[in-house]
């Protein structure tokens, strides 16, 4: 216990350090205030936590910044001040993670906006506001994803199912099964591997809304309890996503006039959440996944089922990889490589995690018998 808040005041007084230093040389005002902000309520942290070790050791007081941020401080006066922000990116999250672990072993609420400083300098990253030289060439040359996350997760859960029952069709067609023997593992293994999706899917899904709902539910418990507080941090989020001070202070002053708005805005800035959707339909996801997996196995499953004169192996593994071929251009979306390079990518691995499930059927086969 004692050893786990001098770890954290010694934290809390490097992190308001780096934000005061930030602050300092920051060319834009609106980000350098934010900055001065942010130090003073990590100052504020650390206060409350000698407070707390004091309980211990009255003869506690302010210990100096570490050598470990005085170097950051050294390094970013010649390198650029950006890589004490993303340091503190990190770090906020170390913090937050800390606090959530501290609070789960007393049996303590966890307050949902103990991520509000990494959303704060999240958003100043993503903005061009105070950004000089390279790190704005850097956020200038990003680009969005295609298609979004649904079809992402649509090239994935289909090449799931069929490197999957690929795989194992190989693995029974290496023993030395009959077709009907084949056509019934691969049927089963179709069907295991969907639902098995499906419901994993689902209890993610579940799960996610659930604590969406929980961390909507303390934010508004928090709202009612601290108004005051999260005005001000509403205020620095607006601010860090461009505005001018007086500006991003009358916004979130209007936006808590009204107690349902201010909720739903600070679900929305504060968790990233949408109070209606709460990550979206847990049996939508689980029937999408149980679908795609199906169809993804059925593609090495086809000629067993439809074919007979021509040996299924050889067309099994012929429209698996045509298939693969596809998938592996398709993901190409995401990656920027070359259709060709990533197709034949897929087509290797898929191909060789298909041959040593085959050998390993073949020596089992002949072992048996």
Known sequence: MKDRLHKQLQIEIDTSYLYKKLSENTLDKTVADIYKTMSSIEGTHARKIISKIQNYDKTVSFPSPSLHAKIQVRLASIFGWQMISSSLMGTEKMIAKNVISFKNERGEKVDPGI?????????????????KGGILAKLEGRHQSVGG????????????????????????????????GIIIAGIAGL???????????WLSVQSSRELNQRQIDIETEEMENSPEEEMLELALIYQAKGMEKAEAEKMAQKVFENKESAVDTLIREELGLDSQELGGSAWEAALTSFILFAIGALFPLIPFLFISHFHPVL????????????????????TGKNIFYSAFRQILFGLLAAGLVYGIGRFIGVMIH
């Open 115 to 131: 991520l509000n400083h990494f959303s704060i300098l999240d958003n100043i990253s993503k903005s061009s506001v105070g950004m």
């Open 149 to 180: 996350n649904a079809l992402r997760a649509a090239v994935l859960g289909a090449n799931d199912g069929l490197v999957t029952n690929l795989s194992l069709i190989m693995g029974v067609a290496g023993a030395a099964s009959s077709n009907k």
């Open 191 to 201: 069907l295991a591997g969907a639902f098995s999706m499906a419901l994993g899917e």
């Open 315 to 334: 067309l099994s593994l012929g429209i698996s990889t045509l298939a693969m071929f596809f998938l592996g251009a398709v993901i190409t979306i995401y």
